[in-house]
């Protein structure tokens, strides 16, 4: 069974762009949740979807927003972007949020670089 | 709010001898899970393994085992006969279990190194 997929995995921007990432859980998993990793940070949930819904959401501007599609594909999309911004973002995804036994699969992650 | 303390940022280990790495974590609820995962330098976060907090046994998976303390609220982890792929940072987790939600804490990280 194929894993997390992230694309792209590399991404260069300016500040004042908008960039979208895309993730692809794995077959069957309807939860995505992501999360960004900055080394000043470090790992800082962003946001969690489920059946299209978004469920949670982490403290983060809203600049930040995801949406997930009828295929699980989520997306997540960061407007006017800061030098700040720069990080690895990962998106994990599983069967469905809270279960017993549930355990989240990660991605390899986006590396966004803001310039 | 959960918070997640891992106090070691760097711990360095010999080729096939042991080594625990600490975590800490502070919560008010009384049912939760406990992960720990594994970061090596390709940047994907692996599951190295989990804990319930209503499980007094502790979790073990082939050469990792966790000592879990609910009332001091620690979570180590030891990774006995330690190999050269086991270089990597390694995070400590926490997510509740009773609000439905996925969302992990994570510690600052430890990262590992084995000395050939």
């Known amino acids: 069974k194929a894993g997390v997929t992230q694309t792209p995995r590399y991404l260069i921007k300016t500040r004042g762009q908008q960039v979208t990432l895309s993730c692809s859980p794995i077959?069957?998993?309807?939860?995505v949740s992501w999360y960004q990793q900055t080394p000043g940070q470090g790992l800082q949930f962003l946001f969690e979807?489920?059946?299209?819904?978004?469920?949670n959401k982490g403290n983060f501007p809203g600049r930040f927003s995801g949406r997930q599609f009828s295929n699980s594909r989520s997306e997540m999309n960061v407007s006017t972007l800061e030098l700040g911004d720069s990080a690895l973002y990962l998106c994990?995804?599983?069967?469905?949020?809270?279960?017993?036994?549930?355990?989240?699969?990660f991605g390899p992650g986006t590396r966004l670089l803001v310039l | 709010a959960q918070t997640v303390t891992q106090s070691q940022p760097e711990m360095s280990v010999q080729e096939a001898e042991t080594v625990t790495l600490s975590c800490t974590y502070d919560?008010?609820?009384?049912?939760?899970?406990l992960f720990w995962y594994k970061q090596p330098p390709s940047r994907q976060m692996i599951l190295v393994i989990r804990?319930?907090?209503?499980?007094?046994q502790n979790a073990t998976e082939n050469r990792f085992s966790v000592n879990f303390q609910k009332a001091a609220k620690s979570f180590s982890l030891k990774i006995s006969d330690s190999q050269l792929g086991d270089a990597a940072m390694y995070f400590c987790?926490?997510?509740?279990?009773?609000?439905?939600?996925?969302?992990?804490?994570f510690g600052t990280g430890t990262r590992l190194t084995v000395i050939p």
């Open positions: 804990q319930e907090a209503y499980k007094q």
């Open positions: 994990a995804s599983s069967l469905r949020p809270g279960a017993t036994q549930e355990t989240q699969y």
């Open positions: 077959s069957g998993h309807r939860s």
């Open positions: 979807y489920f059946s299209e819904t978004q469920r």
């Open positions: 919560t008010s609820e009384s049912d939760y899970y």
């Open positions: 987790a926490y997510r509740s279990r009773w609000t439905g939600a996925n969302n992990l804490f």
